[in-house]
């Protein structure tokens, strides 16, 4: 089971009812946090989301309304006796550094006695059991290219599903049963055959193809775009900029690189997504569901973001 929270649904300018842009995703009990925008920790403790067991902060850039929130953050798992480091993960501009791109956020956060590991987005994404065992060898964390005013990247959070195991390949084979589940989640097995010969055994020779797992996707900010469509191909769940309501705000959205809620619709419709939800509200935007109308023109699953918002996917 994967649970997704909206934390923070604001952009630029923060609500009393809208905290600034944020969003926990979390598996096992432990979670990536995509963005840390001001409020962040003020909002999660509002809707009762503990983020005292984040293992990765993804940044999507590093405007204000999306990083102001990490120092504070950090203070406060040291103040919880954090031992456990913390990823920060975000792009990189052509010829800069993670460090340069964080040293603000890290020198305000102080002394921490706990390790923070700045980490520049790998093109090839990150498999989160590398990082941390404790996660499941599936979970994978990738970004691709969006279309801000600055170096900026959107992420897809995914849960593999291997297929399914067969019992008779495995009984053909030989391999004892208390073997099956090491076969099941993953890794090879060795063992000594009916006749006493070491035989080795790998998992696609026991799974069937693999299924289909769970996909997130956060845009962050950015206009319109195909790498955004492209990598929320057949989305569960796709996060979207959703700045400005109105159709006739289309200009001002490409003007500061953000999108409208019908260009959100579209994009959802274009990748197959399953869910929409709406986000990064405008300040100027009291009541975002007056304008939802426009995304359900395109995409019938649309739904307003809101500080709380919460759902649990499950294959
Ligand atoms: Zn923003
Ligand atoms: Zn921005």
New binding site residues.
Partial sequence: MVDVTLIGTA??VPLPERA??SCVVTLNGRSVLF?C?EGTQTAARKHDVNLMRTDVIAL??Y?G??IFGIPGLLQSMNLAERKRPVYIVGPVRAGGTIFQELAPVLTLAGNLDFEIRPLAMPAEGIVLSELFPEWPSLARLDCFPTD?RVTSCGYVFSLGRRGRFLVDKALEAGAPKVLWHVLQEGSAVTFKDADGNARSLRPEEVLGPDRKGIKIVFS??TRFCGSLCDASKDADLLMC?S?YGSDDQEETAYEYC?MTFSQAGRTARLSGAKRLWLT?FSQRMNAPEEFLDNALAEFPGAECGFDGKTVSLDF
């Fill in positions: 952009g630029a600034l842009s963005d925008g999507t850039h405007h309304d999306h801000h962050g900010d900029d700045t953000h990064h």
